[in-house]
Nanobody, 124 residues
């Protein structure tokens, strides 16, 4: 079992920045891929970014490329998402996911482990 706890969400103005963190605990020594998803009100959950264990492969949704950066510190069992140039359409609950399958840099198939989510609100 892996437990995930997100933090770092909040309210920010258009063009601002936030850094999300996802702390993993439990069975964290198996070398799994991790990713971020988001869900806006009335919309389906969508993938945002993902990274393999070593950090050598990353995936980004087209909507966030060039603005968001995913990273991880395996020594701290923590995944990060640096979000810059935020837009109102980035408003959503952001979820951390672990043990998924990263298909090159093209797609991330979510794993069974989810965090509780953290709210990001971008005001116009």
């Amino acid at each position: 079992q892996v437990q995930l706890v997100e933090s770092g969400g909040g309210l920010v103005q258009t063009g601002g920045s936030l850094r999300l963190s996802c702390a993993a605990s439990g069975r964290t020594s198996t070398g799994y891929a991790m990713g971020w998803f988001r869900q806006a009100p009335g919309k389906e959950r969508e993938s945002v970014a993902a990274m393999n264990w070593s950090g050598s492969i990353t995936y980004y949704a087209d909507s966030v490329k060039g603005r968001f950066t995913i990273s991880r510190d395996n020594a701290k069992n923590t995944l990060y998402l640096q979000m810059n140039s935020l837009k109102p359409e980035d408003t959503a609950v952001y979820y951390c996911n672990a043990d998924g399958k990263l298909v090159g840099s093209y797609y991330y198939l979510y794993g069974v482990y989810w965090g509780q989510g953290t709210q990001v609100t971008v005001s116009s």
